[in-house]
């Protein structure tokens, strides 16, 4: 297997296990309510279930991305950017003729 992809899978598997640290959290300090109504509903656990799922994509890819940019070589000169002059235009009214409004 490329190691791109056993890095991604890597990544996808910390991203849910965050994801599930999230929703366990969030379940545990009743953020608005969340544990009164998974536990006094008969889709609570599936409510659960799509949260941790979705919570999972969001944290997979930021976990991702972030692993992916820390792998960048620094070629950082401390330049910061170009340094040219600023060119600037030359201030002449220009004349334009105006009808009188009646």
């Known amino acids: 297997m490329p190691k791109l992809v056993k890095l991604?899978?890597?990544?996808?598997?910390?991203?849910?296990a965050i994801a599930a640290a999230f929703v366990g959290a969030l379940l545990y300090f009743n953020?608005?309510?969340?544990?009164?109504l998974?536990?006094?509903n008969d889709a609570g656990i599936i409510a659960v279930i799509v949260?941790?799922?979705a919570n999972g994509i969001?944290?997979?890819g930021v976990?991702?991305?972030?692993?992916?940019?820390?792998?960048?070589?620094s070629e950082d000169t401390g330049q910061g950017g170009k340094?040219?002059?600023?060119?600037?235009?030359?201030?002449?009214?220009?004349p334009v003729e105006a009808s009188r409004r009646r």
């Open 31 to 36: 953020v608005a309510n969340l544990w009164h």
């Open 8 to 16: 991604y899978i890597t990544q996808v598997l910390i991203g849910f």
């Open 63 to 73: 976990q991702f991305a972030i692993t992916i940019m820390r792998m960048a070589e």
């Open 38 to 40: 998974v536990t006094h």
């Open 83 to 94: 340094r040219d002059d600023i060119p600037l235009m030359a201030m002449e009214p220009i």
């Open 51 to 53: 949260l941790w799922f």
């Open 58 to 60: 969001v944290f997979s």
